[in-house]
Nanobody, 119 residues
């Protein structure tokens, strides 16, 4: 079970940190998002050890994914937020050790947390 939190309303240029707590140790974890009227899209992923990460081009340099395995928690630090980042953000998990870069590669999903960026 995955529980996402940390969303909210922020002005453009601001920051938020999302958290995703897992009920048990998970392997690859990622964040995806879905804006109104759009398909869910991949944002970032991290492998089990945290030694490897991958980002969608539109968040590179602004977002950072990390994890604390002692707490079974993954984080998404979001800086320099833009109005186009407004979406419901979902954490997701997948078995195995390799980074997942596509939405449909994730087997387990959290409930989502709303991020709204005002201009």
């Amino acid at each position: 079970q995955l529980q996402a939190s940390g969303g909210g309303l922020v002005q453009a240029g601001g920051s938020l940190r999302l958290s995703c707590a897992a009920s048990e140790r998970t392997y690859v974890m990622g964040w995806c998002r879905q804006a109104p009227g759009k398909e869910r899209e991949f944002v970032a992923a991290i492998n089990w050890s945290g030694s490897s990460t991958y980002y969608a081009d539109f968040v590179k340099g602004r977002f950072t994914i990390s994890r604390d395995n002692a707490k079974n928690t993954v984080y998404l630090q979001m800086n320099s937020l833009k109005p186009e980042d407004t979406a419901v953000f979902y954490c997701a998990a997948a078995p195995g050790t390799w980074i997942r870069k596509n939405v449909d590669e994730y087997a387990y999903w959290g409930q989502g947390t709303q991020v709204t960026v005002s201009s």
